[in-house]
């Protein structure tokens, strides 16, 4: 291998890895306010999910902070694992939630916190809408 050929390969992928590098910058949360109107919405059957920020942070590997107005008798999916952490907060309404074995009843200013992997799930049995609020993360 020639000299000028090895050293395009190694700009070649010093060029590569800068571009990558600045992806991962941009892919950052920025700090900021995001209005319940610039939330992306994504109307589903069981209720209207919104993501207010998703990425990574300069502590996280991954930051989701978002809604849901769960409509009555619905639940977004069957209990659950993930490997993030997760935060729920009840604003709105009431729910059943599943939660290490154990189902339990949630309302207005109910804060709950689901380990990494644990299982967990949310039902609204009640005849109105509930909304809850949500922050799941991922260390690096």
Do not use: C
Not at 18 to 31: K, Y
Not at 64 to 73: H, I
Not at 86 to 99: C, F, M, N, Q, R
Not at 118 to 132: D, E, R
């Amino acid at each position: 291998m020639s000299a000028s050929i090895h050293r395009r390969t190694i700009l070649q992928t010093l060029a590569a890895g800068l571009a990558l590098a600045a992806r991962s910058e941009a892919a950052q949360i920025p700090d900021g306010v995001v209005a319940k109107e610039k939330a992306k919405l994504d109307a589903q059957p069981f209720g209207d999910l919104r993501v207010y920020r998703e990425g990574n942070t300069e502590q996280l590997k991954g930051l989701t902070v978002g809604s849901l107005e769960l409509k009555a008798g619905q639940s977004p999916h069957p209990p659950h694992t993930h490997p993030e952490e997760e935060v729920l907060i009840i604003t709105d309404g009431h729910a059943e939630v599943s939660l290490g074995g154990k189902v339990m009843t949630v309302g207005p200013g109910d804060v709950l916190y689901v380990g990494s992997n644990h299982l967990h799930g949310i039902v609204n049995k009640s005849p109105a809408p509930m909304t809850f609020y949500y922050v799941k993360w991922l260390g690096k």
